[in-house]
């Protein structure tokens, strides 16, 4: 159970420790607060992101892009993948079983590892001022969202749906319908 919660400058120092479920009797609470606090990245994603390596380790070998390095373009594409193919409904990666969202995490962690020990080749595009592009338009959205609030319609979502849409595909067999005007 917690308890109470004060502003701090209410409260001594030793009520402060109190309050923050250390005691002053144990050395170690003093020393561990100022460590990264590892305990808040739930289990479950440490877990998930190990079985979307544990994949990639005996396909390539555990953490090989140490070795060889890791080209961003490469990874921003396999994870887009995993994620637009989990937003438009497939849960689980036909290719390994996984799911797309543990793979997904499995690219993120790379590019941050990559990154983090000079293995990243940042092959990104020349930058662009994206949050200046965003900012922007914030007034041009509210003013579409102001032009039609009497309007209610219905928000579509995944559970309506459960069966997805054939999709159709161009193919060299099918003739080209052009509209007749």
């Given at each position: 159970?917690?308890?109470?919660?004060?502003?701090?400058?209410?409260?001594?120092?030793?009520?402060?420790?109190?309050?923050?479920?250390?005691?002053?009797?144990?050395?170690?609470?003093?020393?561990?607060?100022?460590?990264?606090?590892?305990?808040?990245?739930?289990?479950?994603v440490?877990?998930?992101?190990?079985?979307?390596?544990?994949?990639?380790?005996?396909?390539?070998?555990?953490?090989?892009?140490?070795?060889?390095?890791v080209?961003?373009?490469?990874y921003?594409?396999?994870?887009?993948?995993?994620?637009?193919?989990?937003?438009?409904?497939?849960?689980?990666?036909?290719?390994?079983?996984?799911?797309?969202?543990?793979?997904?995490?499995a690219?993120?962690?790379?590019?941050?590892?990559?990154?983090?020990?000079?293995?990243?080749?940042?092959?990104?595009?020349?930058k662009?001022?994206?949050?200046d592009l965003?900012?922007?338009?914030?007034?041009?959205?509210?003013?579409?969202?102001?032009?039609?609030?009497?309007?209610?319609p219905?928000?579509?979502?995944?559970?309506?749906?459960?069966?997805?849409?054939?999709?159709?595909?161009?193919?060299?067999s099918?003739?080209?319908?052009?509209?007749?005007?």
């Open positions: 159970m917690r308890g109470l919660v004060l502003p701090a400058s209410r409260l001594s120092d030793s009520e402060v420790t109190v309050k923050r479920g250390m005691k002053e009797t144990n050395p170690k609470d003093a020393v561990s607060t100022g460590k990264v606090p590892l305990h808040l990245c739930p289990d479950t440490l877990v998930a992101g190990s079985m979307a390596f544990l994949e990639g380790a005996v396909k390539y070998g555990a953490f090989n892009w140490r070795r060889a390095g080209r961003a373009s490469v921003k594409t396999a994870g887009l993948d995993h994620f637009l193919a989990w937003w438009n409904g497939e849960d689980i990666d036909p290719d390994s079983g996984l799911p797309h969202l543990w793979k997904l995490l690219c993120v962690a790379i590019l941050v590892d990559a990154s983090l020990i000079g293995k990243l080749v940042d092959d990104r595009p020349p662009v001022p994206i949050d965003l900012k922007a338009l914030q007034p041009l959205v509210r003013e579409i969202k102001d032009r039609h609030a009497d309007k209610h219905h928000q579509n979502t995944a559970a309506e749906f459960p069966e997805m849409p054939r999709l159709l595909l161009p193919t060299k099918r003739k080209r319908v052009t509209p007749r005007g």
